[in-house]
């Protein structure tokens, strides 16, 4: 599985963001999606993820009730999309999409996007 991450860049506090991770590659081995993200001296975060069977999510607590997180897949893609709105500077952080795959011979691995930074200023 690859990872390509897109969106972030520099936004004004109360804006709205999207940030998008496409998968490619034995995108059917991926049991979860998500994103975390990680700001200098600080553990990296999970922020939202959600399961491909049930599609169940999760929401850290600064988030919830101003994100959603979605999964789709089309034409060999499966994509994860956080949507953040009213946005504040506390989110400014580097955003990692993270696949979680697994098959009987291999077992569970993580799979990471290279990062993409998110800037809110004031």
């Given at each position: 599985?690859?990872?390509?991450?897109?969106?972030?860049?520099?936004?004004?506090a109360?804006?709205s963001?999207?940030?998008s991770?496409?998968?490619?590659?034995?995108?059917?081995?991926?049991?979860?999606?998500?994103?975390?993200?990680?700001?200098?001296?600080?553990?990296?975060?999970?922020?939202?993820?959600?399961?491909?069977?049930?599609?169940?999510?999760?929401?850290?607590d600064?988030?919830?009730?101003?994100?959603?997180?979605?999964?789709?897949?089309?034409?060999?893609?499966?994509?994860?999309?956080?949507?953040?709105?009213?946005?504040?500077?506390?989110?400014?952080?580097?955003?990692?999409?993270?696949?979680?795959?697994f098959?009987h011979?291999?077992?569970?691995?993580?799979?990471?996007?290279?990062?993409?930074?998110?800037t809110?200023?004031?």
């Amino acid at each position: 599985v690859q990872l390509a991450e897109f969106g972030g860049g520099l936004v004004q506090a109360d804006d709205s963001l999207r940030l998008s991770c496409v998968a490619t590659g034995d995108i059917f081995s991926i049991n979860n999606m998500g994103w975390y993200r990680q700001v200098p001296g600080k553990q990296r975060e999970l922020v939202a993820n959600m399961h491909t069977d049930g599609g169940s999510t999760y929401y850290v607590d600064s988030v919830k009730g101003r994100s959603t997180i979605s999964l789709s897949t089309n034409d060999g893609k499966r994509t994860v999309t956080l949507q953040l709105n009213s946005l504040k500077p506390e989110d400014t952080a580097v955003y990692y999409c993270k696949a979680v795959t697994f098959r009987h011979l291999t077992g569970t691995r993580d799979v990471w996007g290279q990062g993409t930074l998110v800037t809110v200023s004031s």
